[in-house]
């Protein structure tokens, strides 16, 4: 029987409502996301009504099911609806946004390490078709917010002062996909606006994770997954443009059928797919965002759906997010206690001041093994200097060693959670979800241990 709209438990319980196999334990939550079946449901009547009626559906109806489903988004950011448009996803957010920025000879654009690796390539492909000059803020967790703060400013008082660059935007995350953590977004994004330079964020998992608000924020660009933590099925981005900026966009990628072609362009045309007998109401910024080739857009027309989800099955937006925060947090204490290593979080922690990098339902532990070779650009990398490493491998044992227990994650206990090198050790990425429960962490930090212990046995033998 198909689970109805009631509402459930988180842990245990919760799991009847969502799509895993049985056999699966999904505890990496925060890369691919997932979506329960009400709302699979729901996207299936969405690609049924087109199969059944394409022309229709997509020249006419599909566009009052985007509507609704921006006006819901728009409500979970605070924004208006026509500053809301969707993408599939938030790395093509970014590059829609840095393309279009129509870089010239001597702009410089900002951003910070750690950063999403497909954010970081698609500067540099971008910097090898235009004039732009990427710069990068150096640092390794852990570190203070006013270290950090310091670092950006710096980049940007040497690219203007010494390179003479106009240094255009800064690139940041909401939350930092590895190392898992909350980046202070919010001190970031006034800090750009105080040097002038718009701000881009990158929210990937933001929305549907932590509380956002655009009237507060006033962020000048941010795009976020709905398919990650926001349950509605994968691709879905929301991509936040307010109207000051709106004139920047003129074209998607690829180039959309509602293409802004500057004033000295030759004619481009009109769209065979507008409507005569419904002329569109919306901006031209809407409209851009609307008809982005033929694709399947039906998970766009599903934020509706997951957020009823959210609300009758989950008990609301607060509920969701507390519980996932706890768990999160919780589940990384028990994983380092057994592992006998730590969480990562501010360096200048007081004690029993709350963590701001782990005010997230993501949290990442550190794994006793260590990198002989790392290089320390914090002078304060490692989180506990006293903690002595079950082995000291070389940065490409450290690959290997990570490849095995990625391995043995997935082939053995049929679960995963990314492992990965940051400075001189390697460490484990959680995700706290409504489906899971304490136990979880505990049986996964048995699984890791083992999983350590045969590392150790491996390249030391």
Sequence with gaps: M??????????????????????FKNLNHGSFGAHPALVRDVQRSFMDKADAQPDPYIRRHQHDYLTESREAV???????????????????????????????????????????????????????????QPRKVRFQYPISEAELERRFRDVVQHAREVEGLNVRAAVFDLIVSNPGVRFPFERFTAVCRE?????????????????LDMQELQPDFLVSNCHKWLYTPRSCAVLYIPKRNQH??????????????????????????????????????????????????????????????RAEVCGGEDAIMSYCYRLANEGADIVARALGTCVLQEPDLKEGEESRMRKCAMATVQLPIAIATATDVNNNVNADADLAPWVTLSEQDALRALAHIHRGLMDEYRTFVPVFPHGPWLWVRLSGQVYLERGDFEWLAAALGELCRRVVDEFQS
Excluded at 6 to 15: A, C, D, Q, V, Y
Excluded at 196 to 210: Q, Y
Excluded at 283 to 291: A, D, G, I, T, Y
């Design 195 to 211: 040097l002038e330079i718009m701000s881009i964020i990158d929210g990937a998992h933001g929305i549907g994770h932590i509380p």
């Design 248 to 309: 920047l966009l003129r074209t998607t990628i690829p180039t959309s059928w509602a293409f802004i072609p500057s004033p000295d362009s030759p004619e481009t045309g009109v769209s065979t797919l507008s409507d005569a007998n419904a002329p569109s109401t919306q901006s031209p910024f809407e409209q851009l965002f609307e008809f982005v080739g033929t694709t399947d857009d039906s998970a766009y027309a599903c934020v509706p759906a997951a957020l009823r989800f």
């Design 74 to 132: 728009a409500r979970v950011l605070n924004a208006p609806r026509d500053e809301c448009v969707f993408v599939k996803n938030a790395t093509t957010g970014v590059a829609t946004v840095a393309y279009n920025l129509a870089f010239q000879p001597g702009d410089a654009i900002i951003y910070f390490e750690p950063i999403y690796g497909a954010v970081e390539k698609g500067l540099v492909s971008l910097q090898e078709h235009t004039s732009l």
């Design 2 to 23: 198909a689970p109805s709209n009631e509402l459930t438990p988180f842990g245990k319980p919760m799991l009847k409502h969502w799509l895993f196999d049985p056999a």
